[in-house]
């Protein structure tokens, strides 16, 4: 029994190191890690307008083009997100300065459809299986954004690609200038 118990707290120990290096404290002071979050004061310059379609919230921005609804899950992105939903009318964010006035780290677990298991291909099992493997997620932050012109956008969100949990990371600063290009500028403090 004493085995037992020693096994388990040396498991335990060694998960709690292993949970522990993909965000170190070095590893959220260095600006080029994926783990150092930006930082509240950053601004966010926008230089061209981002339309988002009537119907939606936000619209999304990848490899330094504004890419409306679409976008590559498997590489970083961002979308730009407004407060309200105009069913009828286009939205337009126009060019302008936004403070960075808080920022979230976010996961995102996208569930994988179900669909019902096959037995040789003829009988069908109730209930549904997962669609096999886990669930791939995004991980990333939220940047609420303040400007007194334009009250109306919320904040821009970047995620780093769409991954298996272990392979998941959020994007790194220098990736989500990429992702901006020539639309905007992140500018931090």
Same mark, same amino acid.
Request: hydrophobic share 40%; proline share 7%.
């Given at each position: 029994?004493?085995?037992?118990?020693a096994?388990?707290?040396?498991?335990?120990?060694?998960?709690?190191?292993?949970?522990?290096?993909?965000?170190?404290?070095?590893?959220?002071?260095?600006?080029?890690?994926?783990?150092?979050?930006?930082?509240? @004061?950053?601004?966010?310059?926008?230089?061209?307008?981002i339309?988002?379609?009537?119907?939606?919230?936000?619209?999304?921005?990848?490899?330094?083009?504004?890419? +409306?609804?679409?976008?590559?899950?498997?590489?970083?992105?961002?979308?730009?997100?407004v407060?309200?939903?105009?069913?009828?009318?286009?939205?337009?964010?126009?060019?302008?300065?936004?403070?960075?006035?808080?920022?979230?780290?976010?996961?995102?677990?996208?569930?994988?459809?179900?669909?019902?298991?096959?037995?040789?291909?003829?009988?069908?099992?109730? +209930?549904?299986?997962?669609?096999? @493997?886990?669930?791939?997620?995004?991980? +990333?932050?939220?940047?609420?954004?303040?400007?007194?012109?334009?009250?109306?956008?919320m904040?821009?969100?970047?995620?780093?690609?769409y991954?298996?949990?272990?392979?998941a990371?959020?994007?790194?600063?220098?990736e989500?200038?990429?992702?901006? @290009?020539?639309?905007?500028t992140?500018?931090?403090?």
């Amino acid at each position: 029994m004493r085995n037992t118990s020693a096994i388990a707290a040396a498991l335990s120990v060694a998960l709690v190191a292993i949970a522990g290096c993909s965000s170190t404290p070095t590893a959220r002071q260095d600006q080029s890690s994926p783990y150092y979050a930006v930082p509240v @004061g950053a601004v966010l310059e926008l230089r061209e307008p981002i339309r988002i379609r009537a119907g939606a919230t936000r619209s999304w921005l990848q490899f330094g083009k504004a890419t +409306g609804d679409r976008f590559d899950h498997y590489a970083p992105n961002c979308n730009v997100e407004v407060r309200h939903l105009d069913q009828e009318n286009v939205q337009l964010v126009r060019p302008g300065r936004f403070t960075v006035r808080r920022t979230q780290q976010v996961r995102e677990e996208v569930v994988r459809a179900r669909r019902p298991a096959q037995v040789a291909a003829l009988w069908r099992v109730g +209930g549904g299986v997962d669609a096999g @493997g886990p669930n791939l997620i995004y991980e +990333g932050y939220h940047l609420w954004l303040d400007s007194p012109e334009q009250p109306e956008v919320m904040r821009l969100t970047c995620r780093g690609a769409y991954a298996e949990p272990s392979n998941a990371k959020p994007p790194s600063i220098e990736e989500i200038r990429s992702v901006l @290009g020539g639309i905007a500028t992140l500018t931090l403090p």
